[in-house]
């Protein structure tokens, strides 16, 4: 969501995203329709959380061979709901995630997976990715303070 107030696109169709209720998990699976629908590389922003909820969604991109980007946000949270809970005034309860290792997830899937933990990193890694056949996956450690007076 905090994605969608910073991107900026450069035609029409270019941003899929899930408005309104902010549905987890949807991200992989709206990239992996556009790449088939376009045949084009395709770039996939999701959370840690929301990525979990479809991690079998990795095995049809290396069965279809499609040329997905995953970027994944990882702050071993549901940052959004923390939130919420910290403005009403409410316990911290349910929102904590334990550290998964994203890299060698998409690596078990057949892709390619990568930690990243600078802009350095990220940039040399994504252009990599989108110059590489099938999906890779870069795991990028976040700040969920990020999101403090963001909504």
Not at 12 to 40: K, N
Not at 103 to 116: C, L
């Amino acid at each position: 969501m905090l994605l969608s107030q910073l991107w900026s696109c450069d035609g029409p169709r270019r941003l899929l995203q899930s408005t309104g209720l902010c549905t987890m998990g949807c991200a992989l699976p709206l990239a992996t329709g556009a790449a088939m629908g376009s045949g084009q590389p395709t770039l996939c922003f999701v959370g840690d959380a929301g990525l979990e909820m479809v991690l079998g969604e990795l095995a049809t991109l290396r069965d279809l061979a499609l040329p997905v980007v995953v970027i994944v946000l990882v702050d071993e949270a549901l940052g959004l709901i923390a939130l919420k809970q910290r403005q009403m005034g409410l316990a911290r309860a349910g929102v904590d995630l334990g550290l998964s290792d994203f890299a060698a997830i998409a690596r078990a899937f057949g892709g390619h997976g990568a930690t990243v933990g600078d802009r350095a990193t990220l940039a040399r890694e994504a252009a990599d990715a989108f110059a590489r056949p099938g999906f890779s996956l870069l795991a990028c450690r976040i700040d969920a303070a990020a999101y403090e007076g963001a909504f």
